[in-house]
């Protein structure tokens, strides 16, 4: 089991992850069959690395537990039952992220209109807001230098990340990693409520109030040990099983 991974079986972490596709398409944050949210698995018998990502060409909202793809560091396909492959590509730079972040169970990245918009400026996000102050001093960056990303970036973006959670991508969009894939998702919509009141804020042509640095970073605090306590329990809070409610809802026999 990787450090920091806690006790979840297979068999929920797929069911977790289909829901992270399925509710990034809920709230509007997928982009075609772009992006990709993966997983990592217990290590196999000889140590072996597994991963568990979306079938390629695949909606986010036609994910189910059951045709997500097990893929080793590299890309390679171990197990497949939808048949499709992956995005090889796509998956470099969650392969180089997971290699180097062995707390990350998850690891999220999006193209929203609004999280590119607040990648795009110098100043990023602004503690603005509840939601933007829990990322306060939380937040990396890393430049932009095109669609393919070769070895050389990869080790950029790992070095941008350091030891943080949560990066963006200049001019692209947002990366998040989660000691499961609850954090992971719980993040991803928080950081985009955040990048949305941002733009709203700022479009207003008023004078936003921008939170002074102490009270930022107080609330970052506050929903720091908030999430740690989630994560004693494995990012199974009450949050995260509504949200899973929410899919059962919307979408019966979502999970298969
Ligand atoms: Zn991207």
Same mark, same amino acid.
């Given at each position: 089991?990787?450090?920091?991974?806690?006790?979840?079986?297979?068999?929920?972490?797929?069911?977790?992850?289909? #829901?992270?596709?399925?509710?990034?398409?809920?709230?509007?944050?997928?982009?075609?069959?772009?992006?990709?949210?993966?997983?990592?698995?217990?290590?196999?018998?000889?140590? =072996?690395?597994?991963?568990?990502?979306?079938?390629?060409?695949?909606? /986010?909202?036609?994910?189910?537990?059951?045709?997500?793809?097990?893929? =080793?560091?590299?890309?390679? @396909?171990?197990? =497949?039952? $939808?048949? #499709?492959?992956?995005?090889?590509?796509?998956?470099?730079?969650?392969?180089?992220?997971?290699?180097?972040?062995?707390?990350?169970?998850?690891?999220?990245?999006?193209?929203?209109?609004?999280?590119?918009?607040?990648?795009?400026?110098?100043?990023?996000?602004?503690?603005?807001?509840?939601?933007?102050?829990?990322?306060?001093?939380?937040?990396? /960056?890393?430049? $932009?230098?095109?669609?393919?990303?070769?070895?050389?970036?990869?080790?950029?973006?790992?070095?941008?990340?350091?030891?943080?959670?949560?990066?963006?991508?200049?001019?692209?969009?947002?990366?998040?990693?989660?000691?499961? @894939?609850?954090?992971?998702?719980?993040?991803?919509?928080?950081?985009?409520?955040?990048?949305?009141?941002?733009?709203?804020?700022?479009?207003?042509?008023?004078?936003?109030?921008?939170?002074?640095?102490?009270?930022?970073?107080?609330?970052?605090?506050? $929903?720091?040990?908030? $999430?740690?306590?989630?994560?004693?329990?494995?990012?199974?809070?009450?949050?995260?099983? #509504?949200?899973?409610?929410?899919? =059962?809802?919307?979408?019966?026999?979502?999970?298969?």
């Amino acid at each position: 089991m990787p450090d920091g991974m806690t006790a979840t079986s297979t068999s929920d972490l797929r069911r977790d992850l289909a #829901a992270a596709y399925r509710l990034i398409a809920h709230f509007g944050m997928d982009d075609g069959i772009y992006t990709h949210i993966s997983a990592r698995l217990p290590d196999g018998p000889e140590g =072996d690395k597994r991963f568990l990502l979306n079938p390629y060409g695949l909606r /986010f909202d036609e994910v189910t537990p059951d045709n997500l793809v097990t893929v =080793d560091e590299t890309g390679a @396909v171990i197990d =497949d039952p $939808y048949g #499709a492959g992956v995005n090889e590509a796509g998956f470099t730079i969650h392969s180089a992220v997971h290699m180097a972040r062995h707390d990350a169970v998850c690891v999220l990245h999006t193209h929203t209109v609004a999280g590119v918009a607040v990648s795009s400026v110098q100043e990023g996000l602004l503690p603005l807001n509840q939601w933007s102050a829990q990322f306060f001093g939380q937040i990396v /960056f890393h430049d $932009y230098e095109g669609i393919a990303l070769n070895l050389e970036e990869r080790a950029r973006i790992v070095a941008d990340l350091g030891d943080k959670r949560v990066m963006l991508l200049r001019n692209h969009g947002t990366l998040l990693l989660g000691r499961s @894939v609850a954090e992971a998702v719980k993040y991803a919509i928080n950081l985009e409520r955040s990048c949305k009141a941002q733009v709203a804020a700022l479009s207003m042509g008023l004078t936003p109030v921008v939170l002074p640095d102490d009270v930022a970073a107080h609330t970052a605090g506050q $929903y720091a040990r908030a $999430y740690d306590k989630m994560e004693e329990q494995g990012g199974r809070d009450p949050e995260w099983a #509504a949200l899973l409610r929410l899919l =059962d809802a919307k979408i019966p026999g979502w999970a298969g």
